[in-house]
């Protein structure tokens, strides 16, 4: 459930709302759900409003887990 | 006497009397599509036009368009209704030479967006060589209609030979698909009430009969050509496989999509397999010819991004099912319902 | 497209595969129940069930919004916009799903009810503030995601002292939800979950510590995502091998412990617990669902309009209810496929792309003669 | 798989889904129009419909058909949107072969009425000799249409010979009218909303292929066919009047009308020469040909009443006039303006 | 039909046609206004001037309700339909009467106002029945004729206690209007009238006495049947040939001296006489127009909705003023045919088919070049 | 002004109500505003209201007036 998509802040905007970015595509959103946004942010939106900040270390991190978890596996790495 | 003063000008809006057969109506006729459509046939404004003999067999096909809004990024509802009739004439095969255009006029629409939709219809027609050569002009009370529907039909002539159809599929054939898919729906949906989004998202709105004439030349066993217009490619590709009693299987990474339409879609919840195309076209051929098809379509303008998606396969439950960029397989199946942005 | 392409790559997908497939050998499988309606879509839409060994057995959850509204709440809202002049707002995911008498608010809108597609519930203050003469009610549903911008616009509302705008409120409580599967008999069997994605963002991991420490099932919070799934059914049976049950996070780029507090705050704010709120599949659940606190009353559209709640017994076919608490495939629906479609749906499951049975129907039904 | 049930019930309505070109849309088009149209083109569901080589040139016309209400004394939207392109394509003495037919159905529009829709349309086209091969169906929100608009194209072929166009009235030549005037927009006029009335009206809506194909075939030297609809007998008279730079006396006492359209028209202040007409046509002919031209015409079951109403003359200014039934004389102008009931 | 044919009959036209000729010798003529627009209509549709002798000069009166109405009337009834979310209910006739700024009803309706055609005053009254939460406003014109109906309902909405029903009151008085015309030069000048056919079966022959007594103006009441006229054409150059002027009456099968006194009553319990009334062409009239009596102002638009009458000049170029009041021929206007025509009319004679210019236009014109 | 019409009332019907023929076109009018209309009576109907009940015998003098000024003009009578 709850379509949410993590998109770029591109522009904080008068009324506690934001430009995002997202592939190319641009819509305003409200950020009245969140706090210390700042461009370059990533959030995760959801009709229209931000509902959380996206941590991008534990982003990366998730990622080399996979990564990791995989090498446990002993299997080969991804290829770049 | 005096000729009196014209009945419509840029700044006014459509009155019932545009549509009500009188002189108003023929003055709008005169003055506004006579002038941009400029042909013979409408010139000598009888009830139906007189067209020359032609030889070969005809094709035949009609379209209502009702889209909304009525301006886009890419195109307008007036270039649409061109190409979206001369395609489906196309898809068969055919040459397009006339079509007919109808018009339902909301009361209170704005002449200044009828003169520039009409504007954008006649230079489609040039540019694609065919003439308009009838018309009519119907004007609805406010709140019975959407500004302009616009309705076309076309005729076109198939020479000696082709045989295109839906149902002539064959297992082992590949499908091909001559670009990007979504960008029409998106185009669209992006200019929506409520929805406005920006994005470089163009419709690919466009006469595919040039496209169609150099596969047709070029030697490839075509069995099938159809635009996947409306319920896009996923319910184009399901209704060729009823019609051939066959099923598909599908590369979900062999099919282009755009970034920014990728992006759009994802952000709505929809899949850009179900969104409307209208410059686009699949062919199904013969397995051995697929190589060379697919060059030939790479080599025309409309179709630089063209990819081979698929191949027909034997299923008498004619699903198509699509190889998933996951590694996965699904039914890609018809659309069911209308293609809404989901929140859930 | 950033922290998505990542998430969808085919070659790690294939490596989780092969982990899952190696390390899932228990001789009675794994029961795991993916809660979210994204989840089921991801794994439907990606195919991830041919990634999977035989010893995994998916059960769909109750974690789609329009799966689990009841009748008697789509038959109010129908009834509201049919009976007084009202325009009524809502989500799209709503505007299809069957009710009583073989309506639904799209059906409604075509015999001439003014039912408005929005995308956001500022569009619907958007709408109130174009229509000062009607009345504009916004049908809210949803779970923890999707309460806190109704709060917003509540408090917009208020703030700017509107009259004419009210909500027909249904939002609902995921751990309420959680809880009462635990209690049917095919919760009880199930050997760990697939937690909420987003709803966790709004109420962070904490809520479901119960469900490892008094239940003894395995937690796994998980992303939307594909690969964010199958890391987590192999944290699921990593957990279920080692006979562990907690809480883990899988989606912590986005969840923490805590969650949204001032998404929490926000909805604290404006609503309050209601005692109980039947739920389709899994019956009254006591405190499981909101409703707008007493300061906030004058936007209920509830009350304002006199519609009363009529609980009402589902088609008399419709497995949807067993389909809910993981007790019946889709396909064992004795109208599947038949009389009920995605283009005429008879039960809520079959409506949104995130309920089973049009996830199953749509994107799995090739699959029934190979089994 | 056992197959879905259908998508539509004739208690059901049009929903949006019905045009968004998925399932349902293929089970409507399959199950309601292949059903009752029932020919090899719309079978074969293709993009467009392949049809025959024809021998001849090519006549070709539109018209979008909004009438309201649908359902009237004599007829429906379904055959008058059959009978309408039909007569376009005849006036130029062609034989009508093939239609298109576009439908743009509002949302909630009863399925039940649709079919009776349909199903008229189907038989007018099976009486009249022509198939409908193609076709489209677009659903416009609830609000933004009018239950349903059809579109209909019609093509024909015209023989060698045959030559008939609005500029080709000369002076001197006779106008004959096939029968009275009125039936069809007082027909649809008594079921209007804030008017209802009772009369024993009918609408005359007819396809005059047969017709047209007599007249040409008399030997009759024939300038000129025209069906007037919209606008009336006088707005087609004066159209031709412009298109031949002739000017035309009329004698009101000739003009065929029946008395209760007339007793209407009187009622709510309209003159019979303005309202529409779907079944009759007005023949120019050289002034020697009009007897012959009249006992043919007559001889026609649907031109029983057909009367020679007046003649061309030279007027540079084009004027349509007519000598009155007092003994006076006037103009019969173009409707201007939507002919609405006066109050004074 | 009956009562209709018998008065267009063509050997009787002859024979009247001929008495005129024969009669109408008087060498300075006869100058006789058809003071209603029927009268108007009757002339141009059967081209009774081809049966006139030269002698007859028949001039176009001021009778004809959608002719006279000013502009800044129509512009009263747009700025309300505009500007509040009324219905506007109207007859036909007044749709494309041009008012400022190129605007009429019709067209406000195209830009989105909510304006109905009705054919009766129980039309307007079905219609507030029917939008019980809107309010909709009749916008009443009309003579005497009309008058009577329009107070119908005013009775009724009354008597069943409407609140969302009003009227915009333009009803006006014709003996008033006379009375206007005999005060301009050219009325001054005229030898008689042939005076109002259906306003007369209200009213009654006796109001025009005093045209007769007190300015020796012979009248003849007609009705609007070309016979009917012919023959009043011939009474009043009887009359003026013998020197005579009193009030004759042709229309005798529905007209009498007192009209109907039914009527009258009801026309006199809602309605009380306006202190001046603006016309177009015949400037402001005391006592020539009527507005609803204080028991029944709540019905009145004007007061509900507090929108003002305010007077606003005519196009500049604009002759209406002038062939209202006879002075003009329609194609003396400069603008006649050209920038005025009945498409697209700039004054109020060229809209209804009984305004002057719009009978010349579309009948008439033909003899421009004959003259 | 007032386009009006003489026709037959063919019933009387509730609510102070009439149907009118006329040529065969039949119309609900309201006579609310004339009174002692029979079936029979022809009445002129104005926006859908009898406004004033048609008096046959005058209509009946009214052409035998025509056809006697014919005559009084030396002209032929009319044929039947
Ligand atoms: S098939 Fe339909 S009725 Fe049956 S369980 Fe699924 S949604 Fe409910
Ligand atoms: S032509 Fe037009 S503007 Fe001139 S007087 Fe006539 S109605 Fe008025
Ligand atoms: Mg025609
Ligand atoms: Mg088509
Ligand atoms: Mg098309
Ligand atoms: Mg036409
Ligand atoms: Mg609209
Ligand atoms: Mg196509
Ligand atoms: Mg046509
Ligand atoms: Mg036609
Ligand atoms: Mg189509
Ligand atoms: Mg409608």
Not at chain 2, 322 to 342: F, K, N, Q, S
Not at chain 3, 48 to 55: G, M, Q, R, V, Y
Not at chain 3, 192 to 221: D, N
Not at chain 3, 259 to 286: M, P, T, Y
Request: charged share 20%; aromatic share 6%.
């Amino acid at each position: 459930m709850c379509l949410a998509i993590p998109a770029r802040i591109e522009q904080l905007i008068e009324g506690d709302s934001a430009i995002i970015n997202l592939g190319g595509m641009r819509k305003e959103i409200s950020l009245a759900l969140v706090e210390n946004i700042v461009v370059g942010d990533y959030v995760i939106v959801h009709v229209g409003y931000a509902l959380q900040k996206l941590d991008q270390e534990e982003a990366e991190h998730t990622l080399a887990l996979f990564a990791e978890m995989s090498r446990m596996a002993g299997l080969p790495d991804k290829e770049p | 006497m005096p000729k009196p003063r014209p009945l419509y000008s840029r700044r006014g809006r459509v009155e019932i009397l545009h549509g009500s057969g009188g002189r108003a109506m023929a003055q709008l006729v005169a003055e506004l599509f006579k002038v941009a459509f400029d042909n013979a046939w409408l010139e000598q404004g009888n009830d139906a036009a007189v067209l020359p003999q032609v030889s070969g067999r005809l094709v035949m096909s009609c379209d209502s368009h009702v889209v909304s809004p009525l301006f886009f990024e890419g195109g307008d509802i007036g270039c649409l209704s061109v190409h979206g009739t001369i395609n489906d004439v196309s898809m068969m095969g055919a040459q397009p030479l006339y079509l007919t255009a109808s018009f339902i006029l909301e009361e209170g629409f704005l002449f200044a967006d009828l003169e520039r939709i009409v504007a954008s219809m006649a230079s489609a027609a040039r540019d694609a060589g065919v003439s308009i050569v009838a018309g009519d002009t119907k004007v609805v009370e406010k709140g019975k209609g959407d500004g302009v529907f616009i309705t076309t039909t076309g005729i076109g002539v198939l020479r000696e030979g082709i045989v295109l159809s839906g149902d002539l599929a064959q297992p082992g054939d590949r499908i091909l698909l001559s670009g990007t898919i979504g960008d029409h729906g998106m185009a669209v949906l992006s200019r929506r009430e409520n929805l406005e989004f920006d994005a470089p998202i163009f419709s690919d709105t466009a006469p595919l009969h040039g496209l169609v004439a150099n596969i047709l030349d070029c030697g490839a066993r075509v069995r099938v050509l159809r635009d996947p217009t409306r319920g896009g490619l996923a319910t184009t590709l399901n209704e060729i496989a009823q019609q051939s009693g066959v099923g598909m299987l599908l590369d979900e990474s062999a099919i282009p999509v755009k970034k920014p339409v990728e992006a759009a879609c994802e952000f709505l919840g929809l899949d850009p397999l179900y969104v409307a195309n209208e410059g686009k076209l699949v062919a199904v051929c013969a397995p051995e010819d697929a190589v060379h098809l697919l060059e030939v379509m790479r080599a025309h303008p409309l179709a630089r991004e063209a990819a081979a998606i698929g191949e027909v396969t034997e299923d008498s439950r004619r699903f198509v099912q699509m190889a998933t960029r996951l590694g996965g397989r699904r039914i890609v199946d018809w659309l069911a319902g209308e293609p809404l942005p989901r929140i859930c | 497209m950033k922290y998505l392409d990542e998430f969808r790559d085919a070659a790690l997908a294939e490596h989780i595969s092969a982990s899952i497939t190696r390390e899932a050998t228990s001789s009675s499988g794994y029961r795991l129940m993916e809660f979210c309606g994204g989840h089921t879509h991801a794994i439907s839409r990606y195919g991830i069930t041919d990634l999977l060994p035989a010893t995994i057995r998916l059960i769909h959850g109750p974690g789609c919004p329009v799966c689990v509204l009841p009748v008697g709440r789509i038959n109010q809202a129908v009834r509201l916009v049919q009976q007084r002049d009202v325009i009524l707002c809502t989500y799209a995911d709503v505007l299809r799903v069957p009710c009583s008498g073989q309506m639904s608010l799209m059906r409604a809108r075509s015999e001439g009810a003014d039912v408005r597609m929005i995308y956001s519930t500022k569009n619907a203050l958007q709408v109130a503030r174009e229509n000062p003469e009607r009345q504009v009610v916004f049908f809210a549903i949803g779970f923890e995601t999707t309460t806190p911008p109704t709060a917003v616009a509540v408090k917009q509302a208020h703030a700017s002292g509107m009259e004419n705008f009210s909500i027909l409120c249904n939002h609902v409580l995921t751990p309420a939800a959680m809880q009462a599967i635990l209690s049917v008999r095919t919760g009880k069997m199930l050997d760990g979950f697939v937690g909420p994605a987003h709803v966790s963002t709004v109420i962070g991991s904490k809520p479901y510590e119960r469900f490892a420490a008094e239940h003894s099932k395995a937690v796994v919070i998980a992303g939307f995502e594909p690969l964010d799934v199958m890391q987590a059914i192999l944290m699921l049976v990593r957990q279920i091998n080692q006979g562990r049950a907690t809480v883990e996070n899988e989606f912590s780029r986005a969840v923490t412990r805590e969650g949204n507090l001032k998404a929490q705050k926000l909805v604290a704010e404006v609503f309050e617990l209601r005692d109980a709120f039947e739920w389709r599949g899994l019956g009254s659940i006591s405190e499981s669902a909101l409703k707008l606190r007493p300061e906030f009353s004058r936007f209920d559209a509830e009350l304002k309009f006199g519609v009363d709640y009529v609980p009402v017994r589902d088609h008399k076919a419709c497995e949807c209810a067993a389909v809910l608490c993981g007790e019946k495939r889709p396909q064992e629906c004795r109208i599947f496929g038949t009389v009920c479609t995605p283009e005429n749906p008879v039960g809520s499951c079959m409506v949104s792309s995130e309920g089973a049975c049009a996830a199953y129907y749509s994107y799995g039904r090739f699959r029934e003669e190979l089994t």
